[in-house]
């Protein structure tokens, strides 16, 4: 079926390390890869997104990687800091109109 | 530029009522709509979602249904809610497929 999962549920790391989070999706189909942040009691923003016929995308401390081959695509944050601390989701589109999300990873930044 | 408003922000209703939250975008048109569900600490889950005006797809059985009366206007409505209804429902709106959801601001709904 059309699924997204994403690992790790938690991830804690030091102020000015590096995180990474990973997804796989299901179908070979997907085309579009958004990731979005979710601060405390606030909505879901998009951070940044990859196609399918690009492998990496950068923008300042955060880059995505898409690997079609495999169906997995991760996002990585470097030089953390607390104010990247949030839930953070990846989402596949399938069938190209439904967008579906993975289960969330709580990044927490430790100053 | 366009808006996305949700209402209302929170809600506490008893089991077995009705349900009706109201989405609606302002500022483009025919755009795609959808509404999630996030439980508590959970992800977001696809309910429905619509790429035109009376055109729903349904993404989980239950007794949940959505409505889109109107080009902007994305209605998710229950007959009889249940304990489980209980959760974050987020609207979100995007140009066109394959491109960035914009979310609403969130209902918080608690079924006691």
């Known amino acids: 079926g059309e699924n997204v999962e994403q690992h790790p549920s938690t991830l804690s790391v030091q102020e000015g390390d590096s995180a990474v989070i990973k997804c796989t999706y299901s179908?070979?189909?997907?085309?579009?890869f958004p990731w979005y942040k979710q601060e405390l009691g606030k909505r879901p923003q998009l951070i940044i997104d990859?196609?399918?016929?690009?492998g990496e995308k950068k923008d300042q401390r955060i880059a995505v990687t898409l690997n079609k081959t495999a169906k997995h695509f991760s996002l990585h944050i470097t030089e953390t800091q607390p104010e990247d601390s949030a839930v953070y989701f990846c989402?596949?589109?399938?069938?190209?109109?439904?967008?579906?999300f993975g289960t969330g990873t709580r990044l927490q930044v430790f100053p | 530029s366009q808006t996305i408003h949700q209402w209302p922000a929170t809600l506490v209703q008893p089991v077995g009522s009705p349900l009706s939250l109201e989405c609606t975008v302002e500022?483009?048109?025919?755009?795609?709509l959808y509404w999630y569900r996030q439980a508590a600490g959970r992800g977001l889950q696809l309910l429905f979602y619509?790429?035109?005006?009376?055109?729903i797809s349904s993404e989980v059985p239950q007794n949940l249904s959505a409505s889109r009366p109107q080009d902007r206007q994305f209605i998710l409505s229950s007959k009889k809610l249940l304990l489980s209804d209980s959760g974050f429902y987020l609207c979100?709106?995007?140009?066109?497929?394959?491109?960035?959801?914009?979310f609403g601001q969130g209902t918080r709904l608690t079924v006691v």
């Open positions: 979100a709106w995007s140009v066109q497929s394959e491109t960035e959801a914009f």
């Open positions: 179908d070979s189909a997907s085309n579009y």
């Open positions: 990859i196609r399918s016929n690009v």
């Open positions: 989402a596949a589109s399938f069938n190209t109109d439904k967008l579906i």
């Open positions: 500022g483009t048109s025919n755009p795609n």
């Open positions: 619509s790429v035109g005006i009376g055109q």
